[in-house]
């Protein structure tokens, strides 16, 4: 059974850091596009950032571009979200997700964690 679990969320004052990691495990998706999203209080779930399958292409919503930096180790079947300057209207809780292509794209994700709570203070 495929399982995608968060961890590294928490309350960060602005201007601060949090490291994101995604632990997946059932089977390997060292063939596939994975990715970040988020979702805020009151409004839709919204793209982050995506990874190819190899690492060698990356994509990020312009909100994040320059201060987020996604990452995978595929020995270890993870995924990482670096997050750096840090603003308040970056709460949200924030989901890895796993694509059925190699490729980066933004809507088609067929594995969801549960989702790791980030609060930024101001």
């Known amino acids: 059974q495929v399982q995608l679990v968060e961890s590294g969320g928490g309350l960060v004052q602005a201007g601060g850091s949090l490291r994101l990691s995604c632990a997946a495990s059932?089977?390997?998706?060292?063939?596939?596009?994975m990715a970040w999203f988020r979702q805020a209080p009151g409004k839709e779930r919204e793209f982050v950032a995506a990874?190819?399958?190899?690492?060698?292409?990356?994509d990020y919503a312009d909100s994040v571009k320059g201060r987020f930096t996604i990452s995978r180790d595929n020995a270890k079947n993870m995924e990482y979200l670096q997050m750096n300057s840090l603003k308040p209207e970056d709460t949200a809780v924030y989901y890895c997700?796993?694509?059925?292509?190699?490729?980066?794209?933004?809507?088609?994700?067929?594995?969801w964690g549960q989702g790791t709570q980030v609060t930024v203070s101001s």
């Open positions: 990874i190819s399958w190899n690492g060698l292409s990356t």
């Open positions: 059932g089977r390997s998706f060292a063939g596939n596009a």
């Open positions: 997700a796993i694509s059925p292509v190699r490729y980066i794209q933004r809507n088609t994700y067929n594995y």
